[in-house]
């Protein structure tokens, strides 16, 4: 069991026959959070609740993201959203699934934190990098 | 044999925590300027140096707004906990 942070194969192919649109306002996509017991890689096609992060004020199935459209830095295509924040959570997550909930909670990719991340009656946030050709959290050169 | 490669990237997050309270407009502030100026690690030095006084300038400029609008958000809170007669909360939430 552990969490291999990765595109999701199933979503590269996805890509290819337009089932994600990631276009502000467009499809939904969701967070959820998952704890080290969780099995999520390359090979996780869509949101599971197996082994999904339970505690004070955190719902099942994760939180909503705000879309930024992608856009083209240089010759690549960069995706961004923008930063999401668990408020006033007590709970421990190792990585999270971001995943289309508007088409039938398939899956986009895989995230480790590479430890596990602790909030106890505060803020758990989750920080996007800048989307630059070579930063962004989806990008496709 | 024309050839090209497509590569997918997957970028890294950070996770930011809190125990007993939120973030503060510090942190808040340091995330905005992030996502609105970005300095090439291979700028010229010159560049680097104005690119890093603009992004302290905005800085300080997104944390002054912040102070400000968490206040007028306490006073709009305030005002409404004591129209509904909760004046000791109202008075507690001001002096925070």
């Not at chain 2, 992030?34 to 997104?62: D, M, T």
């Amino acid at each position: 069991m552990a969490i291999t942070s990765a595109i999701c194969n199933s979503f590269k192919q996805e890509l290819l026959v337009g089932t994600h649109n990631f276009t502000n306002g467009a499809n939904s996509f969701k967070l959820a959070l998952y704890t080290s017991s969780a099995s999520l890689g390359a090979g996780t096609t869509a949101y599971t609740s197996s082994n999904e992060t339970s505690g004070t004020n955190y719902s099942a199935t994760g939180s909503a993201l705000t879309n930024v459209t992608p856009v083209l830095a240089s010759t690549t295509a960069v995706c961004d959203f923008n930063d999401l924040t668990f408020s006033n959570v007590t709970i421990t997550a190792r990585g999270c699934l971001i995943y289309n909930d508007t088409n039938s909670d398939k899956s986009v990719c895989a995230i480790d934190f590479g430890g596990d991340k602790t909030s106890t009656a505060g803020d758990f946030t989750i920080v996007f990098p800048t989307p630059t050709a070579s930063g962004a959290i989806i990008r496709l050169a | 044999m024309m050839k090209d490669n497509i590569d997918f990237g997957l970028g890294q997050v950070m996770v930011s925590t809190t125990n007993s309270g939120g973030h503060d407009p510090e942190f808040w502030a340091e995330q905005a300027t992030n996502k609105i100026c970005g300095i090439s690690e291979q700028a010229a030095p010159h560049i680097k140096e104005q690119a890093l006084a603009f992004r302290a300038a905005v800085y300080n400029v997104i944390l002054a707004g912040m102070r400000s609008a968490i206040a007028s958000d306490r006073v709009t809170v305030s005002h409404k906990l004591k129209e509904i007669g909760h004046s000791d909360v109202a008075k507690f939430i001001k002096e925070l």
